[in-house]
């Protein structure tokens, strides 16, 4: 039976189902709507979660976008996502955004298998303004007759080194193509570096907002008075600008026609202002200044980091909803918040450096404490990992904190930069393996593939906290060269977990129980989903051997032909992509050593998981604890009939 959405949805939104719906509307009833989707986002989203600042702060521009232009025939590209569910529901997902970031649900980004509304998929910053520029010369030939082309990006996206490659591409093309900068000081974190401050310098200059009012009264008429009016209109804004702005200012310095900055939250204005740009040819960037939690007075008074996904919360007091995991062990990067601390004190040369993630990361911790020894250089992954392997060359001790699947994002740096010159730069991977709602663009599943190939490279995971701790503490030491420590998102095991560094030798396993009929290796945390599976293995009598590995590169040798000479049956057990991962390198050491035992390798299939929450994707992917039992019980039953056989 279909499932009746029992969220109230408002006066006009119960009537809003497309954006030809949102266009009979009156424009003076575009403030309502606004009104009633904040709240629809609020009530939904206390009760379910999700990504709520972000998306609270362009309501208003979600619905001056699309009541101007002919979505989907326009094309529409959000950049990374998290504030795209005012579009969602306003393009025929209304009903279906309760089930947003639930397994089987909505994604919690733009996905152009959900909808043809999403024209690109989303979920990594900066990535807007090329994909928008692509389409829009692919419908040069004629196809896109008409056809305008809007990219949306905050001004934390702005900073990463993609977006500028867009903007300087599109400058040279020339192309109509529409950039509107949403700009509210934050990407999760504040907004850092200089184009930050520059953006603050043009949104709070007084006499550069007078004056641009005035220019845009001239612009806004260009299409009633004809070419000769437009050419003097043009001359008179850039001469204004520049007088204002200094010299040049950066974007029409690119050859994009700057328009604002202008208020975001105006939604009539909006309108006006968007309808006079799709007459305007050529690239133009317009500059939106709102306010991320706009609307929710717990959220504009707050934290903004806080109310990026502030999980459940009392929508009215805003208060958190605590769920009995908050009283779980810590987060393994709490663990790392800490550690890299209670390191940096015995250790003058540590630095923390992270893209942006200082909150996600938990070196927002060591920030607070040691803020000369803590840099957050926005989104620029790849600046991260050079900037990590300029520090390494003057002695510096480096712990560059990067999402695993961002860390893509700088791949050509880690190999060129870091592991070619053998430098000392520690890469702490978050969110390793499955992380749940967030879905394929965010799981972190290829580090250890990618990260074992590359020379020089030691490719680590610890199996908890402790370990954790250790690692760090091994990395830190001298010569070490690049040091990869991967591990996952969400709780580990330990309620006792600041236990005394020790230093691991490099490329050793450890023994965590012996066995006689089968051997399970493990890598990193499902090694804890071994150790829960050993509970029922000794209810039935079995004899299962668990040897955590720690370490894929360099493998412990001498622990690997102890396990292949005595067991014929050997189980790998990853949270990371079969194809290259952990099983690959136990695979290759066995035909490397001439070994003939019989290898199960549990991980990630290949193919890109979706969301869900970290549980269900460990059972989807078949390497929980009971996919561990049940490939034990597989083995076991084909050895039987083997020996009867």
């Given at each position: 039976?279909k499932?009746?959405?029992?969220?109230?949805?408002?006066?006009?939104l119960?009537?809003?189902?497309?954006?030809e719906?949102?266009k009979?509307?009156?424009?003076?009833?575009?403030?309502?709507?606004?009104?009633?989707i904040r709240q629809?986002?609020i009530?939904?989203?206390?009760?379910?979660?999700?990504?709520?600042g972000a998306?609270?702060?362009?309501?208003?521009?979600?619905i001056?976008?699309?009541?101007?232009?002919?979505?989907?025939?326009?094309?529409l590209?959000?950049?990374?996502g998290?504030?795209?569910?005012?579009?969602?529901?306003?393009?025929?997902?209304?009903?279906?955004f309760?089930?947003n970031r639930?397994?089987g649900?909505l994604?919690g980004?733009?996905?152009?298998?959900?909808?043809?509304?999403?024209?690109?998929?989303?979920?990594h910053?900066?990535?807007?303004?090329?994909?928008?520029?692509g389409?829009?010369i692919?419908n040069?030939?004629?196809?896109g007759k008409?056809k305008?082309?809007i990219?949306?990006?905050?001004?934390?996206?702005?900073?990463?080194g993609l977006a500028?490659?867009?903007?300087?591409?599109?400058?040279a093309e020339?192309?109509?193509?529409?950039?509107i900068?949403?700009?509210?000081?934050m990407s999760?974190?504040?907004a850092?570096?200089?184009?930050?401050?520059?953006?603050?310098?043009?949104?709070t200059?007084k006499t550069?907002?007078?004056?641009?009012n005035?220019?845009?009264?001239?612009?806004?008429?260009i299409?009633?008075?004809?070419?000769?009016?437009?050419?003097?209109a043009?001359k008179?804004?850039?001469?204004?600008?520049?007088?204002l702005?200094?010299?040049?200012?950066y974007?029409?310095?690119?050859?994009?026609?700057?328009?604002g900055?202008?208020?975001?939250?105006?939604c009539k204005?909006?309108v006006n202002v968007?309808?006079d740009?799709?007459?305007i040819?050529?690239p133009?960037?317009l500059h939106?200044?709102t306010?991320?939690?706009k609307?929710?007075?717990?959220?504009?008074?707050g934290?903004s980091?806080?109310?990026?996904?502030?999980?459940?919360?009392n929508?009215?007091?805003?208060?958190?909803?605590?769920?009995?995991?908050d009283?779980k062990?810590?987060k393994?990067?709490?663990?790392?918040?800490?550690t890299?601390?209670?390191?940096?004190?015995?250790?003058?040369?540590?630095?923390?450096?992270?893209?942006?993630?200082l909150?996600g990361?938990?070196?927002n911790?060591m920030?607070?404490?040691m803020?000369?020894r803590?840099?957050?250089v926005?989104?620029?992954?790849?600046?991260?990992?050079?900037?990590?392997?300029?520090?390494?060359?003057?002695?510096?001790?480096?712990?560059c904190?990067i999402y695993?699947s961002?860390?893509?994002r700088a791949?050509?740096?880690?190999i060129?930069?870091?592991?070619?010159?053998?430098?000392?730069?520690?890469?702490?991977?978050?969110?390793?393996?499955?992380?749940?709602?967030?879905?394929?663009?965010h799981?972190?599943?290829?580090?250890?593939?990618?990260?074992r190939?590359?020379?020089?490279?030691i490719?680590?995971?610890?199996?908890?906290?402790?370990?954790?701790?250790n690692?760090?503490?091994t990395?830190q030491?001298?010569?070490?060269?690049?040091?990869?420590?991967?591990?996952?998102?969400?709780?580990?095991?330990?309620?006792?977990?600041?236990?005394?560094?020790?230093?691991?030798?490099?490329?050793?396993?450890?023994?965590i129980?012996d066995?006689e009929?089968?051997?399970v290796?493990?890598?990193?945390?499902?090694?804890?989903?071994v150790?829960?599976?050993?509970?029922?293995?000794?209810?039935e009598?079995?004899?299962?051997?668990?040897?955590?590995m720690r370490?894929?590169?360099?493998l412990?040798?001498?622990?690997?032909?102890?396990?292949?000479?005595?067991?014929?049956?050997i189980?790998?057990?990853?949270?990371?992509c079969i194809l290259?991962?952990?099983?690959?390198?136990?695979?290759?050491?066995?035909s490397?050593n001439?070994?003939?035992?019989?290898?199960?390798?549990?991980?990630?299939p290949?193919?890109?998981?979706h969301?869900?929450?970290?549980?269900?994707?460990?059972i989807e992917?078949?390497?929980?604890?009971?996919a561990?039992v049940?490939?034990?019980h597989?083995?076991?039953?084909k050895s039987?009939?083997?020996?009867?056989?």
């Amino acid at each position: 039976m279909k499932k009746v959405n029992r969220y109230h949805q408002g006066e006009l939104l119960k009537d809003i189902n497309s954006p030809e719906d949102l266009k009979n509307l009156k424009r003076d009833q575009l403030s309502q709507l606004s009104s009633e989707i904040r709240q629809y986002i609020i009530d939904i989203v206390s009760e379910k979660g999700g990504h709520f600042g972000a998306s609270l702060g362009v309501v208003e521009l979600s619905i001056a976008i699309h009541y101007v232009f002919n979505t989907p025939y326009d094309q529409l590209v959000w950049d990374v996502g998290h504030q795209a569910y005012v579009h969602k529901i306003l393009t025929g997902r209304k009903n279906q955004f309760p089930t947003n970031r639930i397994k089987g649900g909505l994604s919690g980004f733009p996905k152009r298998s959900e909808s043809v509304y999403d024209t690109f998929g989303v979920g990594h910053a900066s990535t807007s303004i090329s994909a928008a520029l692509g389409m829009a010369i692919a419908n040069k030939d004629g196809k896109g007759k008409n056809k305008q082309h809007i990219a949306v990006i905050g001004d934390g996206s702005m900073t990463a080194g993609l977006a500028f490659e867009g903007l300087n591409h599109a400058g040279a093309e020339k192309t109509d193509l529409i950039v509107i900068l949403n700009d509210n000081c934050m990407s999760i974190d504040p907004a850092v570096g200089a184009l930050k401050e520059y953006l603050t310098d043009i949104s709070t200059s007084k006499t550069y907002n007078k004056a641009k009012n005035k220019i845009w009264k001239i612009l806004g008429r260009i299409s009633r008075f004809g070419p000769s009016a437009q050419s003097v209109a043009k001359k008179v804004e850039s001469a204004v600008k520049s007088t204002l702005l200094g010299e040049s200012n950066y974007f029409e310095s690119l050859n994009f026609r700057y328009f604002g900055p202008i208020d975001g939250h105006n939604c009539k204005h909006l309108v006006n202002v968007l309808n006079d740009l799709k007459n305007i040819p050529g690239p133009k960037i317009l500059h939106c200044i709102t306010k991320k939690g706009k609307g929710y007075s717990p959220a504009e008074k707050g934290n903004s980091t806080t109310w990026h996904a502030p999980g459940v919360f009392n929508k009215n007091t805003g208060e958190a909803i605590k769920k009995d995991e908050d009283k779980k062990p810590p987060k393994y990067q709490d663990v790392f918040g800490e550690t890299i601390i209670e390191l940096a004190k015995k250790n003058k040369n540590i630095v923390g450096i992270t893209p942006a993630m200082l909150t996600g990361s938990s070196l927002n911790k060591m920030m607070k404490e040691m803020p000369d020894r803590t840099f957050d250089v926005g989104i620029a992954e790849q600046h991260a990992v050079t900037f990590s392997a300029g520090l390494a060359t003057q002695g510096k001790m480096p712990f560059c904190n990067i999402y695993s699947s961002f860390m893509q994002r700088a791949y050509d740096q880690v190999i060129h930069d870091v592991a070619l010159q053998n430098l000392n730069v520690v890469f702490c991977l978050d969110r390793g393996g499955l992380v749940g709602a967030d879905g394929a663009t965010h799981h972190g599943a290829y580090d250890i593939a990618y990260f074992r190939c590359i020379p020089n490279m030691i490719v680590s995971a610890p199996m908890n906290e402790s370990e954790l701790r250790n690692l760090m503490y091994t990395a830190q030491l001298p010569n070490q060269g690049p040091f990869s420590i991967r591990y996952p998102r969400g709780n580990g095991v330990l309620t006792e977990w600041r236990t005394p560094l020790e230093e691991i030798n490099i490329g050793t396993g450890r023994k965590i129980s012996d066995g006689e009929n089968i051997a399970v290796l493990s890598i990193g945390h499902p090694g804890n989903f071994v150790q829960e599976a050993q509970k029922q293995f000794k209810k039935e009598g079995l004899s299962i051997a668990h040897y955590d590995m720690r370490f894929v590169k360099p493998l412990d040798a001498d622990l690997l032909h102890t396990v292949f000479k005595k067991f014929t049956n050997i189980i790998t057990i990853e949270d990371g992509c079969i194809l290259g991962g952990f099983g690959s390198a136990i695979l290759e050491f066995m035909s490397n050593n001439n070994y003939n035992s019989r290898v199960i390798r549990l991980g990630i299939p290949d193919e890109f998981i979706h969301h869900g929450t970290q549980n269900e994707l460990h059972i989807e992917c078949n390497y929980d604890t009971k996919a561990l039992v049940n490939t034990v019980h597989k083995i076991l039953e084909k050895s039987l009939v083997s020996q009867i056989g």
